[in-house]
């Protein structure tokens, strides 16, 4: 028999036994409770994080919602190109000319609200483009959509360095940057703004070109020929009106013809008296040289004479300068005729830095940017490299 004494101490064993198994489950329960708590914590913390990170993406793309299109305000390709990216995208236009594109572009990305850049009919000389590609960086690091648009002659180096940081770029020197734009966006514009292309293909001598003439074919030609005429006359002539041109950018972005824009037409016919005025000065202030025709202008912009001053020369090239004197600079204009072999653009381009200077364009037609003391020179080597 067993005794009574055993059985308590079987029964205390037991009992110990249990208590310690008890004491293991609690701790063991309380282990994982840790570890439930410690992953309710870690999740919780992931959670802020994660909430952290997509309220400041929120933050971030709420503050850039600003659209920007910087074109160029000289002629009516500019004019229209900024027209057709506000139809298609609104936002606002800041025209300028080529010395005024990089104080531009260091104006505007400094903006934290800019989300999309576009910039059009604005080529690049050898002293602006390392500036541009620098500019351009910075914006796209910011995360800022950029567009660059143009017909100009430019670096395969430059397009490349573009490319490698995303910025799109629309190129092509055998059609005038409206109709590229026109092109681009077309499912984004009306069928108004075909017309707006057609008028800035026609006023860059650009019409005969592909896309150019297909978009003028829709059009009676002598319509179009004299809108054109009547927009680059408004434009050229009210280069000291900034808010003049901003005005036809809204109204052509606004599907309207140039006749429905009040006096353009009354404007047209001033400008058409002071450019036959122009004629008679040209025969008298012309100058010639072995392979150009060149003339300083005084009460005029030069590229409204310089056609003239190539005309009436005899030669296959002309040159018109004009002083700004607020600037110290000469703002130069150069045309080519039909027989002129060379690329102007491209001379004009290097002749203008290696002179401290600026410019470039299109084969027949250019221009550029001279420090003062430098124009007879630009001049005389102009002339030596294009016989």
Do not use: W
Not at 42 to 66: D, E
């Amino acid at each position: 028999m067993v005794s009574s004494k055993t059985k308590k101490t079987a029964a205390k064993k037991v009992t110990k036994k249990t208590a310690a198994k008890k004491v293991t489950k609690k701790t063991a329960a309380k282990k994982v409770t840790k570890k439930t708590a410690a992953k309710k914590v870690t999740k919780k913390t992931a959670a802020k994080k994660v909430t952290k990170k997509t309220a400041a993406k929120k933050t971030s793309s709420s503050k850039r919602t600003k659209v920007i299109c910087i074109s160029h305000k000289e002629d009516c390709d500019g004019i229209s190109s900024a027209a057709l990216i506000r139809q298609a995208f609104g936002g606002d236009a800041i025209l300028v000319d080529y010395p005024g594109q990089m104080e531009a572009l260091n104006q505007v990305v400094l903006d934290e609200k800019l989300k999309s850049l576009f910039i059009c009919d604005l080529g690049l000389s050898k002293k602006t483009q390392d500036e541009f590609i620098d500019i351009l960086t910075r914006l796209r690091k910011n995360k800022v959509s950029v567009t660059y648009i143009d017909h100009h002659d430019i670096d395969p180096n430059v397009v490349k360095a573009l490319n490698k940081i995303k910025v799109k770029v629309i190129h092509d020197i055998n059609e005038c940057t409206a109709v590229l734009t026109y092109t681009a966006f077309k499912s984004k514009l009306n069928d108004h703004a075909s017309f707006v292309a057609a008028c800035a293909a026609i006023t860059d001598y650009m019409e005969s070109r592909p896309l150019g003439s297909k978009l003028l074919q829709i059009y009676d030609r002598q319509f179009a020929l004299i809108s054109a005429t009547v927009m680059t006359y408004n434009i050229v002539g009210r280069q000291r009106e900034p808010d003049y041109l901003q005005y036809l950018v809204e109204e052509l972005a606004d599907s309207k013809f140039p006749h429905d824009i009040p006096n353009t037409y009354e404007f047209a016919q001033i400008q058409v008296e002071k450019l036959s005025q122009m004629i008679a000065k040209v025969k008298v202030g012309l100058k010639t040289m072995s392979n150009l025709g060149h003339m300083e202008i005084l009460d005029s912009g030069a590229s409204g004479a310089v056609n003239f001053v190539m005309g009436l020369s005899g030669k296959n090239v002309g040159v018109a300068y004009k002083e700004r004197v607020d600037h110290g600079i000469y703002a130069v204009s150069v045309r080519g005729s039909k027989n002129c072999k060379v690329h102007l653009g491209k001379i004009v381009n290097l002749l203008a830095t290696s002179l401290g200077g600026s410019g470039g364009g299109h084969d027949k037609a250019c221009g550029a940017v001279v420090p003062k003391p430098k124009i007879k020179k630009f001049i005389t080597e102009l002339n030596k490299k294009i016989k």
